[in-house]
Structures are given as structure tokens and as C-alpha cells.
């Protein structure tokens, strides 16, 4: 199947830095990647979707000016936690999906961050 | 919000058993997916089964889909201690509502017992 690859797959940062987490599909072009975040032992919260060459959408709830979402390319989309506070601690995932919509949807390995 | 509830939320079994989750949801759908997710790791797809289909077979995993009681079933025959992970289920909004992304159940957590 397809391939996404999401960097990194850890990090530690500080209160009030701003981290980047990318996502690339490697062997097909997505014009869209979603966005999802995902507590221990919770399920996945779609927290935006990504569109190639336009702004994101963004969930109810969901601070568009704390996740900066940008999707320059059709095979990289990219999720910057701007302010970062410890509550923001979480595993974030994206995934995108090839063309139609009634297919399966390929997933990065995740990101685990951690504000201290 | 979540679309769908998945019971149970936590199953443990022993080796050689069969395994069944159960996912319902509460809009129309296109298509229902369902996913495992190893601890700390990205999803990994297992099979997908459309609104006019009623059951699929894949290797030691059958699914079922009942669209007028909007629940799935996913049964896992023979699991192996490598079957531990998270099992999700997913689905798509019907064209109308212009909504491309998942929405996933709350999750199984199955534990396989060698």
C-alpha cells in the first residue's frame, strides 16, 4: 500500500517554543492530508483538514492560529504547534488518502510530543 | 465529535480464541473501515466494507455491516498474541455533507494472551 511518512516521531520541547511536524506521502500525490490528535487510550480527533494550495479546515474547537497547518505540496503537509503549553502534550497523526473518497486512508506513524 | 462507540472497550483473550468487537455509528455512510493500532503507533488499514455490501472476508478477519441498525462487527479467528493492539472502527459521511475525513469509534483494546 501507499506510504506516509510523518517526522518526527518524537519530541520534547519547551512552554512557549513552537514545534513542526511534517507529513509526506512518498509514493503518491495527496491533495488532501488530514490532521488528527489522539489522548492515551482515546481515539483519533480530527483536528483539520489539509488542502493542497488553500487554507485548512479546521474542526469546532480547534485554534487555527495555535496549529498552523500548511500544504504547500502535493506530497507534504505540515503542522506547527505554535505557544506550545503541556496540555498540548498528545500523539498526533496524520494520513491522507489516493483520490477518491471511498478509499482507505494511509496513516504516519505518529508524533509524540511532549511540553515540559 | 465521535461518530461512532465501539464495544467492548477492552477485550482479553486466549491464544487460539476468536476475538469480536463490535462498532455502531450514527449517520449514513459510503463505506465503513475498520483499524488496528499497535501501542504509541500510526494506524494500520484492515479492511473496508461499502453501505451495499453485508459481510467481507479477509485472511482470519470477517466483517459485517447491518446499515438499518448502523452497526459493524469485526471478528478476528485464531488470534495470535501479535493480534494485541487497538482495533478502530471508521467511517465516511455520505457526498452530501462534503466531508472527506474519517470519524473513528472510541476503540477496542484487544489483548491477546499466549
Known amino acids: 500500500g501507499a506510504v506516509v511518512s510523518q517526522h518526527p516521531s518524537r519530541v520534547i520541547c519547551k512552554s512557549g517554543t513552537s514545534v513542526k511536524i511534517e507529513c509526506r506521502s512518498l509514493?503518491?500525490?495527496?491533495?488532501?492530508m488530514f490532521w488528527y490528535r489522539q489522548f492515551p487510550k482515546q481515539s483519533l480527533m480530527l483536528m483539520a483538514t489539509?488542502?493542497?494550495?488553500?487554507?485548512?479546515?479546521?474542526e469546532q474547537g480547534v485554534e487555527k492560529d495555535k496549529f498552523l497547518i500548511n500544504h504547500a505540496s502535493l506530497t507534504l503537509s505540515t503542522l506547527t504547534v505554535t505557544s506550545a503549553h503541556p496540555e498540548d502534550s498528545s500523539f498526533y497523526i496524520c494520513?491522507?488518502?489516493?483520490?477518491?473518497?471511498?478509499?482507505?486512508?494511509?496513516f504516519g506513524q505518529g508524533t509524540r510530543l511532549t511540553v515540559v | 465529535s465521535q461518530q461512532g462507540e465501539e464495544d467492548p472497550q477492552a477485550l482479553s483473550i486466549q491464544e487460539g480464541e476468536n476475538a469480536t468487537m463490535n462498532c455502531s455509528y450514527k449517520t449514513s455512510i459510503n463505506n465503513l473501515q475498520w483499524y488496528r493500532q499497535n501501542s504509541g503507533r500510526g494506524l494500520v488499514h484492515l479492511i473496508l466494507i461499502r453501505s451495499n455490501e453485508r459481510e467481507k472476508h479477509s485472511g482470519r478477519l470477517r466483517v459485517t455491516l447491518d446499515t438499518s441498525k448502523k452497526s459493524s462487527s469485526l471478528l478476528i479467528t485464531a488470534s495470535r498474541a501479535a493480534d494485541t493492539a487497538s482495533y478502530f472502527c471508521?467511517?465516511?459521511?455520505?457526498?452530501?455533507?462534503?466531508?472527506?475525513?474519517?470519524?473513528f469509534g472510541s476503540g477496542t483494546r484487544l489483548q491477546v494472551q499466549p
Open positions: 489539509s488542502n493542497e494550495g488553500s487554507k485548512a479546515t479546521y
Open positions: 471508521a467511517t465516511d459521511l455520505t457526498p452530501d455533507t462534503g466531508r472527506r475525513a474519517l470519524t
Open positions: 509514493d503518491f500525490q495527496a491533495t488532501t
Open positions: 494520513s491522507a488518502t489516493q483520490g477518491a473518497m471511498n478509499t482507505e486512508a494511509f
